[in-house]
């Protein structure tokens, strides 16, 4: 009897928990929606927005030469690329030691397309391939990853519809 009241109790006090933390915690609250814009810090500003501009086709919105940033965009994501402020303290990040941007990860629209891009990256000489297109797990999805030429990681990942 003291066992089943026991347990009772218990169960009546996770309920209860779990009533309090329901309560506290909005029901159907969005607070966000999707990315406004992403921004990067890059070591050679001119060769990093040629790599988004001339590379992958993104749009110069504007810029800031007192900043010195620039602000770009695709129609699907704005990316705005700020230029290190002291070269001689800068640091190289490291994905495994650094708390911040592991990659950014920008979505293709198909394997095939991806597969082309590659062909494209191949052919630049400030970019570096990590991995060309491969499978994602066990597929379908397929992803690259390489280093723009100021070193941050960028993931194209395609996933079949």
């Known amino acids: 009897?003291?066992?089943?009241?026991?347990l009772t109790g218990i169960s009546s006090l996770l309920l209860l928990s779990t009533t309090v933390i329901a309560d506290v915690t909005p029901k159907d609250q969005n607070w966000v929606g999707g990315?406004?814009?992403?921004?990067?810090?890059?070591?050679n500003l001119d060769a990093s927005k040629t790599f988004f501009a001339d590379v992958l086709g993104f749009k110069t919105l504007g810029s800031d030469p007192t900043y010195p940033a620039y602000f770009l965009s695709n129609n699907k994501i704005?990316?705005?690329l700020w230029r290190v402020k002291n070269d001689?303290?800068?640091?190289?990040f490291n994905r495994a030691e650094n708390v911040g941007l592991h990659h950014l990860a920008l979505s293709v629209?198909?394997?095939?397309?991806?597969?082309?891009?590659?062909?494209?990256?191949k052919m630049q000489n400030n970019i570096i391939i990590e991995?060309?297109?491969e499978n994602l797990g066990k597929g379908p999805t397929q992803?690259?990853?390489?280093?723009?030429p100021s070193g941050n990681r960028i993931?194209?990942?395609a996933r079949p519809s």
């Open 155 to 157: 993931e194209f990942i």
């Open 88 to 92: 001689e303290k800068r640091v190289e």
């Open 1 to 6: 009897m003291l066992k089943k009241t026991l």
């Open 35 to 43: 990315v406004d814009h992403l921004g990067l810090t890059v070591s």
């Open 131 to 133: 991995f060309a297109p």
């Open 143 to 148: 992803h690259m990853m390489i280093r723009e």
């Open 109 to 121: 629209e198909s394997i095939e397309k991806l597969s082309e891009l590659h062909e494209h990256l």
């Open 78 to 80: 704005t990316i705005t």
